[in-house]
């Protein structure tokens, strides 16, 4: 028990002093273990900011036939982030439109949970790709003679490359239907515009291009885990012999004596 405390120790101390001796080296950004890092780092960011930051509005006029002046009035509905839709209710400029009270209807559809799974990995993408490059360029010799730090950031990869598939494609269904939600189709959907005398027309809708830059991000982003994830592997000890075996190899035999 007293040995196991004192490996522990030894180890934990050893570790602590790797950890003191940060090294800058940006020799490691110009191999495509480091640079693919960056540009993983700056999609991710791309990724989360083009899908959080979105706000808009879908629009459509209502007449009303049955008044002795007919007029247009803009009925307004605004969303955003993390897309519950169904929060959304629509707005009158004078309250009352038709006899309709509009602010109790919604649109429909609750997206946020394809929303919020993309652009929440995507900030914790954002958090390890910082840390990873901390440690390539402080601490490379550290990274490098270790077994189970590129393991691990091989693992890592992995997983981020599958998640970074799953999530973007449930953002990019979600999407299509927010789309669909907020088109003319509200036209059709709302109970009031089906009603005698009330006549409604589709407006506009808040352009979605940036939400369509987000989910090209996250195929992009899926790409570059999955090509990095070779140059990873390639620090691992399944394609390197270790460094003990390696020493051992060279120097577990000594060289024959001159004759």
């Known amino acids: 028990m007293a040995s196991n405390i004192y490996l522990v120790r030894q180890r934990i101390s050893r570790l602590g002093q790797r950890m003191s001796s940060f090294q800058l080296n940006l020799n490691p950004l110009k191999e495509p273990l480091g640079f693919i890092k960056v540009l993983e780092w700056i999609a991710s960011i791309f990724a989360f900011a083009t899908c959080g930051g979105f706000k808009g509005k879908t629009e459509f006029q209502v007449t009303c036939p049955s008044t002795n002046v007919p007029d247009n009035k803009t009925i307004t509905a605004t969303f955003g982030y993390p897309f519950r839709l169904n929060e959304a209710s629509f707005q009158a400029p004078a309250g009352n439109v038709c006899g309709v009270v509009w602010k109790n209807y919604v649109l429909i559809g609750d997206y946020s949970s394809s929303a919020q799974f993309y652009v929440t990995f995507a900030v914790f993408v954002f958090l390890y790709c910082i840390a990873a490059l901390l ?10 003679d270790s077994r189970k730090l590129p393991m691990a950031d091989f693992v890592v990869t992995l997983v981020a490359t599958f998640l970074w ?37 589709f407006g506009s ?8 830059v987000s ?10 885990w999955g090509g990095n994830a070779w140059f990873v592997y390639k620090e691992t000890s399944l394609h390197s012999p270790s460094n003990t075996s390696t020493s051992h190899s060279q120097g577990g035999v000594p060289p024959p004596a001159g004759i």
């Not at 927010?178 to 109970?191: D, F, P, R, S, Y």
């Not at 991000?217 to 570059?224: A, E, K, T, W």
């Open 135 to 144: 440690l390539y360029v402080g601490y490379t010799n550290l990274y490098r």
């Open 165 to 201: 598939l799953v999530s973007t494609s449930a953002w990019a269904k979600a999407l299509t239907d927010i789309k669909i939600a907020t088109g003319h189709n509200i036209v059709q959907e709302l109970m009031p515009c089906n009603q005698q005398g009330v006549t409604c027309h």
């Open 205 to 212: 809708v808040t352009s979605m291009g940036s939400l369509n």
């Open 215 to 224: 989910v090209i991000f996250g195929f992009l982003n899926m790409i570059l």
